[in-house]
């Protein structure tokens, strides 16, 4: 081997090894994972959810799709969602459990919740006291207070600047991170 081959071999080795550093830096460097819950109906009832026309399976795959969009446009972290089975039978207690397991983790950083208003009520108290952020789609508030950690998007609370006031408040007052 001449000098000119031999500075070559170091020269292409260095590069390959400092390539292959930062490759393996950047691998260790996941992002942190957040998580959106999503509460659905009988989700992992086949025969329930067929009779429901899969629909709750079809809400939390297209959180789940549109969470990965997300992701590729490299923020600091990366959404994922978490999906929690809620009996379409009223079950105070499944309700709360659910509420509870939400608020113990905290890498959930939102809950989109689509029972209804006989369901999120029995987990009205957790939400207010716990701060609790929730947009529930398909359920009436029933009147309740939920100290502005609750967006009701349907039947009864007026849209879009409620939603606009809470995300704003929201935001202002918590750390998504």
Avoid at 109 to 138: C, F, Y
């Amino acid at each position: 081997m001449n000098r000119h081959t031999k500075f070559s071999t170091l020269y292409c080795a260095g590069l390959l090894l400092a390539l292959l550093f930062l490759a393996d830096g950047c691998a260790m460097k996941e992002r942190p994972v957040q998580y959106v819950a999503y509460i659905g109906f009988d989700l992992n009832n086949p025969k329930v959810a067929a009779d429901r026309q899969y629909v709750d399976q079809l809400y939390g795959a297209m959180l789940k799709e549109y969470l990965q969009r997300m992701n590729r446009k490299g923020y600091a972290v990366r959404l994922d969602t978490l999906l929690f089975d809620c009996p379409f039978q009223e079950d105070s207690a499944r309700i709360r459990e659910i509420y509870r397991q939400i608020e113990a983790n905290p890498n959930i950083m939102l809950v989109i919740d689509n029972t209804w208003g006989k369901h999120i009520k029995h987990a009205q108290p957790l939400i207010r006291d716990l701060g609790i952020p929730v947009i529930a789609l398909s359920a009436d508030q029933n009147e309740l207070d939920y100290a502005g950690n609750a967006l009701f998007l349907y039947p009864n609370d007026p849209q879009p600047m409620y939603m606009v006031h809470f995300i704003r408040a929201w935001a202002l007052s918590r750390s998504a991170i």
